[in-house]
Each structure stands twice: as structure tokens, then as C-alpha cells.
């Protein structure tokens, strides 16, 4: 076995993605094969992987497919083979090693964690085939000592495996010092031997002034430090994994043009924004529920959602329809990516009650298509070519359901010679199923020039190399890597 460490956080939110990413980079830049894993995620921002030895692709957090990149590898879905996609406020789908495994009541899951350790050891033993390090990433905290007992995802992967452990204090939401003399305290003396130090992450401006912090954690746990971790402005260039980042998104810098993206409850891989967002002259404004959509949006972008009915229900209740129907009405343009897409149609039919018990509803009615929820889900890393700009395209589908219709006889893209998505008879209401259509650098920048924008000049792939570059430098410069590194085992 490769040898490993493992970040575990006081909290969620406390930036482990990003640092394992960085830290990620770092090994590599040191000539080290180093490989991420995380074994159980929460997320509805997935990405396609590869199953090893299967034709297709299977699904993982998207933050462990960022970190394949920063460690120069495919992603592939041992790096995360447990994926909870939630679709209620109390339930959620289970992806097993990239695949559905079934869906489950929280309560429920808990009793299914012990059968599904099984797999994440099977693909802890498998990611680290070849590699001379792995960084592991906990989730949540390792202080919710209520669901110790079945645990996978922190002590209870990491006492199994025999990973030592990082805890990742944020000094930006306060308490620090109690949260992280909190954990010590709490933990049992198993869970407490595994941990090998803490390091402070987002912390804002002289790093000095916390020494006295450090002696006081040191007095209260005996843990070292090993570094103080800055603000890292390079992070906001990198895709975000968590819709808890979302408040932090409600609106941007005055530019050009005003894109408005509606905060759906089941929101999934709204990173396919990140790219717009990118550009000088577009604001990407997220609207959370309950308020209006600003009226000087030149367009709407509707994402992606894990349950289509349920927030095309929440839609209306917010009176978002009656603010996209002026959107329309005032000739704005609208696109919808997923499950977005099939909210556009007249109606949204789910006989099979796949999403829950709303077997169908009316959709918003701007395209002329209708939706039919399938079992099968279409996973897949694609090459296309978008049909209007007659570009290329690169992304990937996670989606249910089969959509068809007149506006269907003008697609947006073909995707491996099919015909994919829907554009209204005017040209400026259109849908697609693929992901990742706006990180395709020509495609965007024709896209935004037929809005009236001047896009380009942006390499967006290349941004997100030098974010992960510049956030490598940042961690070798204010943490001791030597020592994280050499802790391995």
C-alpha cells in the first residue's frame, strides 16, 4: 500500500477540499505519484469517472475529480466510493463505486454504512495501486461521536485503514480554539491516538498574532501545529463542490451582462457556471429562494437539479415562473442544463415515482418538449459539437429521464453522433443534458458575442491549473509539508 494522510475537519466548510487539493499539487511537484480519496461524500455536484476494466463511467464528488487533476491523474471512482446525493430534506440517492446503489431515509443509511465499508476499503486498496502517497479527506467532523459507531467517512475509516490524522481547524467562522480543544476532549482514545497534529486554514492578516492561540491549543490537546494557513484568494477560481458556498455567490461585480441563476433546493453542478463567472464581462448573480430575479438579466441560466418535479414545485411557489415569463416576455435569452432542460417543457412525468411521490407536474412551458423519468441513468464523459456556433464541446451527462418533442428537431449539440437538447423556434430559449458546455473556451466566447458580450481570451482549464499552482506554493510556504509528508504511513 501507498502510504497516506488523512484531513479531518472541526466542522464542514472548513476548507479540507481545497487543501487536500493543494496539498495534492504539492506531492506532485515534488515528483511524488500521489493519488486523493474520500469515502464518503455528500454532494449533488458529481462528476464522471472511470470504472477500471468497464466501458462508460460511473460517478464521485466533484472534489475528488478536481483533485485528480491537481494530482495529474483521471479521476476514477475508487478515489470516492460512496457518493450521497441528497433529494429530500431527509433522503438521499447512494452511489456505490461510481453506480446507484439504491436510496435511503437518513436514518436508514445509518444502518447500512457497516455493509458499505466493504467497498470503501476495496477501493482504498485499489487507489493506492502504484502511488507513493495518498491524501485522504474526512467529512464533516470526527466530533459527532452519536454516529461513531458507524462511522466511514473519519475515525472509523481512519482507525480501519490505519491513516494517521490532520485536523483542520477555520479561523474565519470563529471559535477555533474551542473547536478544536472541543474535539480533543470529546474523542475516545482511539479515535484521539490517530491524530497527528492540527493545522488553522482562512486565516486574514498577521499570521503573529496568533501564536498565542497555538500555545493555548498545544496546552489543551498536546497536538503540534503545523502551519497557519491564509485567506486563499486562488480558491474562488477553483469549481466549488458544496452548495453551502452558495450564499456566498448571491451576486457579483457590475459588468456587462447579468446572468441570474435561480438557488434550486436540489441544485446540481452549478460549477458549470464557474467559466462565466470567469470572464471580465459577465456578472453571475444566484438568486436564493425567495427573492426576485433582477429585471436587467440578459439571460437566465436554469442548472441542474437531483429532483426535477420537486424543484419545478419550489419554482413556482417562489414565483419564479412569473419572473422568467417576463424574462421571455422582454425577449431575454434562457438556457436549462439538465435538469434544468426539463423544466423548459410542458410537463415533467415520473410513472415510475423514481424522484418521490409527485409522479408528475406541469413544466414551465417554454420549450416545446415533454420529459418521461427512466431507470436507466446515462453517466458518460462526452465529445460534442454545439449546433448553432458549429464548435466543439466537451462535458459529461448524470441524468434520468428521456426528452422529446417538435423543439427537439433543433437541437443545441450532437453529442456521439445523437442529437441532444431542444432550441425554441426564435432561437432564444434552448436545453441541453451535457455538462460542462461553457468550459469549452471557443464555444463560450461565440455564445456570449451572440448575446452582445465580448467573450474570450480566456483559457478556463488552464485558470484552474494555475489556481491549483498558486495554492500548492501558498500551503509549501506557510505549513511544514516535510513534516505532513513525512507522517505518512
Known amino acids: 500500500m501507498a502510504k497516506a494522510i488523512m484531513l479531518q475537519g472541526t466542522g464542514s466548510d472548513v476548507g479540507k477540499t481545497v487543501l487536500v487539493a493543494g496539498l495534492c499539487r504539492a506531492a506532485k511537484k515534488r515528483g511524488l505519484k500521489v493519488r486523493p480519496f474520500k469515502p464518503q461524500n455528500m454532494s449533488n455536484n458529481a462528476a464522471v469517472a472511470d470504472i477500471p476494466g468497464v466501458s462508460g463511467g460511473g460517478e464521485i464528488g466533484r472534489a475528488q475529480w478536481l483533485q485528480a487533476i491537481a494530482c495529474g491523474v483521471p479521476p476514477t471512482i475508487h478515489m470516492n466510493p460512496v457518493l450521497l446525493k441528497p433529494q429530500t430534506d431527509v433522503g438521499a440517492q447512494i452511489v456505490v463505486q461510481g453506480k446507484v446503489f439504491g436510496e435511503a431515509r437518513a436514518r436508514d443509511y445509518q444502518a447500512l454504512k457497516g455493509r458499505l465499508m466493504d467497498a470503501v476499503l476495496d477501493s482504498w486498496a485499489k487507489v493506492g495501486e502504484g502511488a507513493d502517497l495518498v491524501i485522504v479527506e474526512g467529512a464533516g467532523s470526527p466530533a459527532e461521536i452519536n454516529l461513531r459507531s458507524r462511522d466511514i467517512a473519519n475515525m472509523g475509516f481512519a482507525t480501519r485503514a490505519g491513516v494517521p490524522v490532520i485536523l483542520v481547524g477555520d479561523i474565519d467562522r470563529g471559535g477555533v480554539i474551542a473547536s478544536i480543544a472541543g474535539t480533543h476532549l470529546i474523542l475516545p482514545d482511539e479515535d484521539r491516538r490517530m491524530i497527528v497534529g492540527y493545522l488553522i486554514n482562512k486565516f486574514r492578516g498577521d499570521v503573529s498574532l496568533f501564536d498565542d492561540g497555538i500555545e493555548a491549543i498545544e496546552k489543551f490537546t498536546g497536538w503540534r501545529c503545523f502551519g497557519v494557513v491564509p485567506w486563499l484568494k486562488a480558491a474562488a477560481r477553483l469549481p466549488s463542490e458544496d452548495s453551502v458556498v452558495l450564499d456566498r455567490l448571491a451576486s457579483g461585480e457590475k459588468r456587462a451582462l447579468k446572468i441570474a441563476v435561480p438557488m434550486l433546493s436540489r441544485i446540481a453542478n452549478f460549477d458549470d457556471l464557474d467559466p462565466l463567472k470567469a470572464e471580465p464581462q459577465v456578472e453571475v448573480v444566484f438568486v436564493p429562494p425567495g427573492q426576485r430575479w433582477p429585471q436587467d438579466a440578459g439571460l437566465v441560466v436554469i442548472p441542474g437539479s437531483k429532483s426535477t418535479i420537486g424543484d419545478l414545485v419550489k419554482f413556482r411557489e417562489n414565483g419564479w415562473d412569473r419572473d422568467l415569463a417576463a424574462h421571455r416576455k422582454r425577449g431575454g435569452h434562457i438556457v436549462g442544463i439538465c435538469g434544468g432542460f426539463q423544466m423548459l417543457g410542458h410537463s415533467v412525468r415520473d410513472p ?41 464541446l466537451e462535458g459529461y451527462e448524470i441524468h434520468l429521464g428521456r426528452t422529446t418533442g417538435p423543439d427537439t428537431l433543433r437541437p443545441s449539440a450532437v453529442i456521439n453522433g445523437v442529437d441532444d437538447g431542444a432550441i425554441s423556434a426564435d432561437g432564444k430559449v434552448s436545453g441541453t443534458y451535457m455538462h460542462g458546455l461553457f468550459s469549452a473556451d471557443a464555444f463560450r466566447a461565440k455564445f456570449l458575442e451572440s448575446l452582445g458580450v465580448k467573450g474570450g481570451g480566456i483559457d478556463y482549464r488552464a485558470e484552474v491549473e494555475r489556481a491549483l499552482d498558486e495554492i500548492a506554493a501558498e500551503l509549501e510556504t506557510h505549513l511544514d509539508c516535510d513534516a505532513i509528508f513525512g507522517l505518512a504511513r
Do not use: C, H, W, Y
Open 352 to 392: 415510475d415515482g423514481i424522484e418521490g411521490s409527485v409522479t408528475e407536474t406541469q413544466g414551465l412551458g417554454l420549450l416545446n418538449v415533454e420529459t418521461v423519468m427512466e431507470p436507466e441513468k446515462t453517466v458518460r464523459n462526452v465529445s460534442a459539437r454545439s449546433v448553432p456556433f458549429d464548435l466543439p
